[in-house]
Nanobody, 125 residues
């Protein structure tokens, strides 16, 4: 399994932007499908976005489509989540996830077997 570490969270005002990074260890990162999920206390983990290993296809939750962009730089072993037009409903702990050679239901957290520790994003109104 790859080791994942998120960074870039913080406090931002509504309408602002943040870019999250997920740094991965290991030489096989380019073979990993990666996803971003978010979670608030007492609530289920929610899918945000995913990017495939094979062709870089991206998938987004309806709630973030048009505002968030997922991308990857395999040379840097990093996945990014650019978040624009943030609103208070985007407040959560954001987690990066990965699974090697995965193709399937990208929005299911059970599909991924590597997880980061999470980074807090707080959007004030």
């Amino acid at each position: 399994q790859v080791q994942l570490a998120e960074s870039g969270g913080g406090l931002v005002q509504a309408g602002g932007s943040l870019r999250l990074s997920c740094a991965a260890s290991g030489l096989t990162f380019s073979y990993y499908t990666c996803g971003w999920f978010r979670q608030n206390p007492g609530k289920e983990r929610e899918f945000v976005a995913a990017i495939t290993w094979s062709n870089g296809r991206t998938v987004y939750a309806d709630s973030v489509k048009g505002r968030f962009t997922i991308s990857r730089d395999n040379a840097k072993n990093t996945v990014y989540l650019q978040m624009n037009s943030l609103n208070p409903e985007d407040t959560a702990v954001y987690y990066c996830a990965g699974r090697i050679f995965y193709s399937g239901n990208y929005d299911r957290d059970t599909a991924y077997d590597s997880w980061g520790q999470g980074t807090q994003v707080t959007v004030s109104s």
